[in-house]
């Protein structure tokens, strides 16, 4: 058991807020670790603390070992690997860096940090813009390296394989569990019951205390209201009886000592968090938007070419009503090609004339900056506020970002935006190009609440295992220009 990296008292703070704040941390040679967290928690700059590519405000980390570090794509400088056999495969092409997609991009720097000699490799959305094939390569890469793994990533099927610990990032704190990310989400759930059950047997004391502290009141100035009564009768008859109202005086004081008392027990009882829940949300369709062909789209024999590249030749599909339809396939197989065919009504494809599209593709959008969040989520929608907040609150969202103007928002959080505004819209058939890319996993295991009890039809393109087994009910990979039903 070898100790690679020690830390202590590291504090990082950022336009006035703690971003990180962790008394002690240790990283050993044994390590496979998955660091979650929400995004903005600060998950990519720990890391880059640890690695000594950022100054924390406060405290020391002690480094005993060499670390590879595969980055992100806008934080890359590539390098040839020493291994080519291992960049071969990765199914990396000798080429010009500047020429190479991004998951070539990504390929080379996975290849890149393999081939090193190091002790741990740390690891920030490896597998981003890998396709099944090579995520799958990746894991099995993964699991026999003799060293330290400290990776984030959004791909739950990958966490499950690659780490047996999981680092969670919240409020500048780490939390530590042993097991996979599935067995770190019992923990969590078991954790939200133990807390709900916490919360319960809270509000009922506070309750019981605060009725009783009200009754105390209440006999209080029954007493009040008897002596004054009393004092009033007393004086017409023209006689005093100090040795009663001492009586009712004592009697009353008692009484409002007892109030006290109990409001004394109630503050020290402190404050319970209520745990966190997920609020359903029932999707519904308009009579307007109602689809009654049952299989709404059909593609018969379709080719499509790209100068001299065929990417489909005499393919053909159904597309089933208010199925969840998953597009799966390696990169540069034609998984959007297919998508913008559906979208754009090209030849070979049969459309009911009831279908309204809401098409998610990163990145290709207009806003107006100017607008509010809440009124982005009201245009072409349906739902109601309150069901619009509950949609936003299981994205991610609180109660004052729904007031925010889309300008400050991060370009995460308008993904999710954009995704959440497509589940409540005046849609009944959804085309989703990657939607799981760049989420926190919270936002992703929301998404895929969402996406299953969405109301229209769904074709989604995805590489997330996860996301893929669990959301679709049917499956059609793209293969040898083909288009196969799986499932």
């Known amino acids: 058991m070898e100790l690679l990296i020690k830390g202590k008292d590291i504090c990082v703070e950022y336009a006035g807020r703690d971003v990180l704040d962790i008394d002690e941390l240790e990283l050993y040679s044994y390590d496979k670790i998955g660091l979650v967290g929400a995004n903005g928690a600060g998950k990519s700059t720990l890391l880059k603390v640890l690695l000594g590519k950022l100054t924390p405000s406060t405290g020391k980390i002690k480094r005993l070992g060499e670390f590879a570090y595969i980055t992100q794509l806008d934080e890359v400088i590539l390098q040839e690997p020493k291994d080519f056999a291992l960049m071969g495969k990765f199914g990396v092409e000798q080429k010009e860096i500047k020429t190479m997609s991004g998951g070539e991009e990504t390929r080379l720097k996975i290849a890149q940090a393999l081939s090193e000699q190091v002790h741990g490799i ?19 890469q993964l ?11 959004h791909d739950r099927y990958f966490l499950d394989e690659v780490v047996d610990k999981i680092w969670e990032l919240k409020d500048g704190k780490i939390t530590e569990y042993w097991g996979t990310y599935s067995a770190y989400l019992r923990q969590k759930e078991e954790e939200r019951k133990a807390q709900a059950v916490k919360y319960e047997k809270f509000v009922a004391e506070r309750e019981r205390l605060e009725k009783a502290a009200e009754e105390k009141r209440r006999q209080a100035q029954k007493i009040d209201q008897k002596a004054k009564g009393a004092a009033r009768k007393n004086s017409s008859e023209g006689g005093g009886r100090l040795a009663h109202q001492k009586s009712v005086g004592s009697k009353q004081k ?43 789209i059909i593609g018969t024999e379709i080719t499509k070419r790209f100068g001299d590249k065929v990417l489909l030749e005499d ?50 959008y207009k806003y107006n900056l100017n607008q509010k ?42 993904i999710k935006l954009k995704l959440a505004q497509m589940l409540l819209g005046k849609y009944n058939i959804l085309l989703m190009d990657e939607p799981s890319n760049y989420l926190d996993l919270m936002s992703l295991e929301a998404l895929e609440k969402l996406m299953k009890e969405y109301a229209g039809t769904i074709i989604f393109i995805s590489h997330d295992k996860r996301l893929v087994d669990n959301v679709a009910d049917v499956i059609y990979e793209i293969k040898d220009k083909k288009i196969v039903q799986v499932k």
């Open 122 to 140: 740390f690891a920030d959305e490896p597998t981003s813009h890998l396709d099944r094939e090579g995520i799958d390569f990746l894991i099995g």
């Open 143 to 153: 699991k026999y390296f003799p060293g330290a793994l400290l990776v984030i990533s």
């Open 254 to 296: 008692k009484m409002h000592n007892a109030a006290k008392s109990i409001e004394h027990k109630i503050e020290t009882l402190g404050d319970v968090e209520a745990p966190e829940n997920y609020q359903r949300i029932h999707f519904r369709q308009s009579a307007v938007l109602a689809l009654h062909n049952i299989y709404p």
């Open 315 to 364: 393919a053909s599909f159904n597309i089933p009503l208010g199925a969840k339809v998953a597009l799966t396939g390696s990169n540069g197989s034609g998984k959007t090609t297919l998508m913008e065919i559906i979208l754009n009504r090209e030849p070979g494809i049969d459309i009911s004339p009831k279908v309204e599209f809401g098409y998610f593709a990163q990145n290709t």
């Open 373 to 414: 969040v809440i009124e982005f989520m009201l245009e072409n929608c349906d739902y109601n506020v309150s069901e619009i907040r509950s949609v936003l609150a299981s994205m991610g969202f609180n109660q004052n970002d729904v007031s925010k103007k889309l300008d400050v928002l991060s370009g995460g959080e308008m």
